[in-house]
């Protein structure tokens, strides 16, 4: 199934007494784009956040992912102030106060709410007891997100579907329409011929007429085009219905499509296949629209 690379996930748990929150959501984006924002008692996680979106089957987006924790009452003797942090904080109040002329209530309880100036002294060997737990948090919010972009991407995968569905019709539309060119240039012909030899007395060769209506239509035929088309559309429809990311795949049958119909459209010399190409190319745009956000 293919997924979208839209979706959100958040989920909340109490492990051993920590409150952990975990909130991913993304859009689309041509690589794999992760920005994990965590306490900065916490930040040495954050080089495993995307190994583990890796390893959990997200290949594509621009993901931002939230994780907030709250310690446990019994934690807070470790709790310690970054002093270095702590001063270039309110220096940075300061000057934002003096240069915008800003009143000043920079006092300890506001300078207290950013909780950054605070530090927990972690053990060494609580790094991976503190990671386990907020990968357990990560792993359900992750499940929740990938629920979300499978859901997203199988309304995208059928409205698709829908689009190849119309361009099929109108190819067989297109089929139909290029066999009656040639009979109406025949017809055409014909008159133009009888008219202008009736003049002089002479009759029509008809033979003649059947070799010029035979280049004609080898110069307008679009059966070739046609037949690639519809091979294109089975292309598209195989990897709709595969397994994996295949957001690439599907622009590149895109442009396969775009260029049997611009081709198509050159040799049209019927007002009905032109209005028929327009409508296939416009088809095309809209798939195209919706393939940026598939993975």
């Not at 060997?125 to 499978?150: F, G, H």
Request: charged share 30%; aromatic share 6%.
């Amino acid at each position: 199934m293919l997924k979208s690379m839209t979706g959100y996930g958040r989920s909340r748990q109490s492990i051993d007494g920590y409150d952990i929150t975990v909130e991913i959501k993304s859009v689309n984006n041509k690589t794999l784009d992760v920005s994990v924002k965590l306490p900065r008692a916490y930040t040495f996680a954050e080089e495993r956040i995307k190994p583990f979106l890796l390893s959990s089957g997200v290949y594509r987006g621009k993901i931002d992912v939230n994780i907030s924790v709250v310690v446990p009452q019994t934690e807070m003797q470790e709790l310690s102030l970054d002093s270095d942090y702590a001063g270039r904080y309110i220096s940075a109040l300061k000057s934002l106060r003096d240069e915008f002329g800003l009143p000043d209530d920079i006092t300890t309880m506001k300078v207290a709410e950013n909780r950054d100036i605070f530090t927990i002294a972690n053990k060494e060997d609580d790094l991976e007891s503190d990671w386990e737990r907020i990968k357990t948090v990560l792993t359900e919010a992750v499940s929740k997100y990938d629920a979300a972009r499978a859901a997203e991407g199988a309304r995208l995968v059928a409205d698709v579907k829908q689009k190849l569905a119309n361009i099929s019709s109108i190819v067989d539309e297109i089929e139909a329409q290029s066999g009656d060119a040639v009979k109406e240039y025949e017809a055409r012909l014909m008159k133009k011929l009888k008219e202008a030899l009736a003049e002089v007395g002479a009759s029509v060769d008809e033979s003649r007429v059947i070799t010029e209506c035979a280049i004609f239509a080898d110069r307008v035929a679009t059966d070739e085009e046609t037949v690639r088309l519809r091979s294109h559309i089975k292309a598209f429809n195989e990897t709709l219905d595969g397994e994996g990311p295949a957001g690439r795949n599907l622009d590149f049958w895109c442009q396969e499509m775009n260029r049997e119909a611009n081709t198509t459209g050159s040799k049209a010399q019927n007002v009905n296949i032109t209005a028929n190409v327009v409508a296939i190319k416009c088809e095309i745009e809209k798939i195209r629209e919706q393939i940026q956000n598939i993975e």
